[in-house]
């Protein structure tokens, strides 16, 4: 199970931090990612990490202004959002699988999806 946190109402230019832990299993070998959903948009890829931390991917409009990172002693992983824009505005998903998560073939475990909302 994939609980995420985080999420808000944030004025542009704000930031915040998403975070997503695991229950239920250890986490620790599993690739992590997130993903966002806007309304009347599909979902889209936003960053990744391996299960070790030590590869990260992120999509161009996160580069820059977005982290990922992953902490296993706590089966937690990150979203640092930083410099956020209206166009952020989404419901942010964690996702996980025990295979590498591509930004067009997303892992098998989803959370629940958090809502992020930037004023301009």
């Known amino acids: 199970q994939l609980v995420e946190s985080g999420g808000g109402l944030v004025q542009a230019g704000g930031s915040l931090r998403l975070s997503c832990t695991a229950s239920?299993?250890?986490?620790?070998?599993?690739?992590m990612g997130w993903f966002r959903q806007a309304p009347g948009k599909e979902r889209e890829f936003v960053a990744t990490i391996s299960w070790s931390g030590a590869t990260t991917s992120y999509a161009d409009s996160a580069k820059g202004r977005f982290t990922i990172s992953k902490d296993n002693a706590n089966n937690t992983v990150y979203l640092q959002m930083n410099s956020l824009k209206p166009e952020d505005t989404a419901v942010y998903y964690c996702?996980?699988?025990?295979?590498?998560?591509?930004?067009?073939?997303?892992?098998?475990?989803w959370g629940q999806g958090t809502q992020v909302t930037v004023s301009s």
């Open positions: 239920g299993r250890t986490f620790s070998r599993y690739y």
């Open positions: 996702n996980a699988d025990h295979n590498i998560i591509l930004r067009t073939k997303p892992g098998d475990y």
